[in-house]
């Protein structure tokens, strides 16, 4: 359900995207940097000052490869990165100094993201001082992986009304992807949700529900 496409360039992944009617192709590196150049610009307009170090997080179970990567996306961004640190170490870190601990205490962080799902437990102690214990997860599974459950859903849907596979088409699956990542955040605080898109393939309507039983 991806709405770009990986190909293979001089032995290398890249990422294939379609932008203003033509091909354009991207290394992971700098798709990450996109993102880091983002943050580091609400930073900035945060603090009212010019970042250039940062600490960025990264899944626990990132490989030295993937770190490098990650580091590498940071130089293009323009930053200096200092380090680069498991995301569930600076969950638990963030959590230790806005507790203020008293003692030693035994700390489940779960963190399910995008794209990545990690688990870990630590030890705090006073002073933010922690061990972290252990760490599991899963470097392909997260949030992307429910939407991708919800398009295929309304494609079958689709597919079953009208006789065509939206599949076919990019444009109207990436505006589907679109439609189901808001269906389900309304999911999160309503029962049902409705995913409306107007000439969603070869001129037609789409009109669905949703139910959070049936999502679940």
């Given at each position: 359900?991806?709405?770009?496409?990986v190909?293979?360039?001089g032995?290398k992944?890249?990422?294939?995207?379609?932008y203003?009617?033509?091909?354009k192709?991207?290394?992971?590196?700098?798709?990450?940097a996109m993102?880091?150049?983002?943050?580091?610009?609400?930073?900035?307009?945060?603090l009212?000052?010019?970042?250039?170090?940062?600490?960025?997080?990264?899944?626990?179970y990132?490989n030295?490869?993937?770190?490098?990567?990650?580091?590498?996306?940071?130089?293009i961004?323009?930053?200096?990165?200092?380090?680069?640190?498991?995301e569930?170490?600076?969950?638990?870190?963030?959590?230790?100094?806005?507790?203020?601990?008293?003692?030693?205490?035994n700390?489940?962080i779960?963190?399910l993201?995008?794209?990545?799902?990690?688990?870990?437990?630590?030890?705090?102690?006073?002073?933010?001082?922690f061990?972290?214990l252990?760490t599991?997860?899963?470097?392909?599974?997260?949030?992307?992986?429910?939407?991708?459950r919800?398009?295929?859903?309304?494609?079958?849907?689709?597919?079953?009304?009208?006789?065509?596979?939206?599949?076919?088409?990019?444009k109207?699956?990436?505006?589907?992807?679109?439609a189901c990542?808001?269906?389900?955040?309304?999911?999160?605080s309503?029962?049902?949700a409705n995913?409306?898109?107007?000439?969603?393939f070869?001129?037609?309507?789409?009109?669905?529900?949703i139910?959070?039983?049936?999502?679940?």
């Amino acid at each position: 359900n991806w709405p770009f496409e990986v190909v293979n360039e001089g032995g290398k992944p890249k990422v294939r995207v379609q932008y203003k009617g033509s091909g354009k192709n991207f290394t992971p590196e700098e798709i990450s940097a996109m993102v880091l150049t983002k943050m580091k610009e609400v930073a900035e307009a945060y603090l009212g000052k010019t970042i250039k170090d940062a600490v960025v997080t990264v899944p626990a179970y990132f490989n030295d490869s993937q770190r490098q990567a990650t580091k590498d996306a940071g130089t293009i961004a323009g930053l200096n990165v200092i380090r680069i640190i498991n995301e569930p170490t600076a969950a638990a870190l963030a959590y230790g100094l806005e507790k203020n601990l008293i003692g030693e205490k035994n700390v489940l962080i779960f963190d399910l993201g995008g794209g990545t799902f990690d688990v870990s437990v630590l030890t705090i102690d006073e002073g933010s001082f922690f061990q972290v214990l252990s760490t599991a997860g899963n470097t392909h599974l997260g949030g992307e992986d429910f939407d991708n459950r919800m398009v295929d859903y309304f494609v079958s849907d689709f597919k079953q009304k009208h006789k065509k596979d939206l599949k076919t088409n990019p444009k109207s699956l990436r505006r589907l992807k679109t439609a189901c990542e808001r269906a389900k955040k309304t999911l999160s605080s309503n029962s049902q949700a409705n995913v409306e898109i107007d000439s969603l393939f070869e001129g037609i309507d789409f009109y669905s529900r949703i139910t959070r039983a049936k999502f679940e």
